[in-house]
């Protein structure tokens, strides 16, 4: 079945550093989504991404789509302490009854 | 927050005890959706409903079952719980769009 991975597992940075976490999937995607989960939180969708090399940008995120739609990459720039919690990728597979396979996560801690 | 609600928020139980866990909607949307979450394995998907009385297995249904008789309600039952299905649950719902919304989660614990 469908894979998708996701890395680094854990990342430590100090505020104002910048962050990425990157998702491969072992089949082509329709399309890509990213949410975020707090600690002790449940996952929020953040955005949606669909077309081949398509980039979008929330404030200080920064989502990139690759062009063969099988790999994608969450960058925050000057990372804050809000910015802590988990970063999931989630792909939906064509044709998979709007089924999520979600990556393992990455667990993003800013230290002040 | 979408208008989703899970029941109970906690439950320890013990080995062999049947469960069942509840996800309430108040958005009227057609997808429902219950993952698992451990550390390490992200969101799993366990069932998920299409409509009422329209159900399918997910990449982790053995031992599991699901039941929707009205479109806000999705019962997550677990006939007999084992230790293996202490988790961290969600329950989520979609609409028209692939977008999902999650409700807060129910810790459970089996002994």
């Known amino acids: 079945g469908q894979q998708v991975m996701q890395i680094p597992q854990y990342q430590h940075v100090q505020e104002g550093e910048d962050f990425t976490t990157y998702c491969n999937s072992s089949?082509?995607?329709?399309?890509i989504q990213w949410y975020k989960q707090r600690p002790g939180g449940h996952p929020v969708f953040l955005i949606q991404?669909?077309?081949?090399?398509e980039v979008k940008k929330q404030k200080r995120l920064t989502f990139q789509f690759g062009e063969a739609k099988k790999n994608s990459s969450l960058h925050i720039t000057a990372t804050q302490t809000t910015d802590v919690g988990t970063y999931f990728c989630?792909?939906?597979?064509?044709?998979?009854?709007?089924?999520?396979?979600f990556g393992s996560g990455t667990q993003l801690t800013v230290l002040p | 927050d979408a208008g989703i609600t899970q029941s109970p928020r906690h439950k320890v139980t013990e080995t062999g005890t049947p469960v069942t866990l509840r996800c309430h909607q108040t958005?009227?949307?057609?997808?429902m959706y219950w993952y698992r979450q451990d550390p390490g394995h992200g969101l799993r998907l366990i069932h998920y409903?299409?409509?009422?009385?329209?159900?399918d297995k997910g990449e982790v249904s053995d031992g599991y079952s699901v039941s929707r008789s009205k479109t806000e309600d999705f019962l997550l039952t677990l006939e007999s719980a084992t230790s293996s299905q202490t988790s961290v649950y969600f329950c989520?719902?979609?609409?028209?769009?692939?977008?999902?919304?999650f409700g807060p989660g129910t810790r459970l614990t089996v002994l």
């Open positions: 991404l669909v077309k081949s090399g």
């Open positions: 089949t082509t995607l329709s399309n």
């Open positions: 958005e009227n949307h057609r997808y």
């Open positions: 989520a719902i979609g609409g028209n769009t692939d977008t999902q919304y």
């Open positions: 989630a792909g939906i597979s064509s044709g998979s009854a709007r089924q999520l396979t």
């Open positions: 409903s299409y409509g009422v009385k329209d159900t």
